[in-house]
């Protein structure tokens, strides 16, 4: 089962921008379908941004225009720009693979919008 650790999350003052990345322990392969999901505190974890076997790309209205998606089979890495960001941004950031026999999550990584 391929393993998923996050990282690059950190404390960023309102406006600022912050790069995400999800590293696989084994290969992402063109068929899967990677997304990352946050979950603030209190709240459901909820879709961010998908990106498909296609390299289609979907957003959630709340972030849309301010996040990409994108991903690098040679380094088995996916990632998720985010700029303009604001205090309700302020979550636990997952990434999360879907393939046809297996899915899997990372441990997350926190996103502390604030001045």
């Known amino acids: 089962q391929v393993q998923l650790k996050e990282s690059g999350g950190g404390l960023v003052q309102p406006g ?16 899967d379908v990677v997304s990352w999901y946050r979950q603030a505190p209190g709240k459901q974890r909820v879709l961010v941004a998908t990106i498909t076997s296609g390299e289609t790309t979907t957003y959630a209205d709340s972030v849309k225009g301010r996040v990409t998606i994108s991903r690098d089979g040679t380094k088995n890495m996916v990632y998720l720009q985010m700029s303009s960001l604001k205090p309700e941004d302020t979550a636990v950031y997952y990434c999360y693979l879907k393939r046809l026999l297996m899915s899997n999550w990372g441990q997350g990584t926190q996103v502390t919008v604030s001045s």
């Open 16 to 31: 600022g921008s912050l790069t995400l990345s999800c590293a696989a322990s084994g290969v992402i392969f063109k068929s």
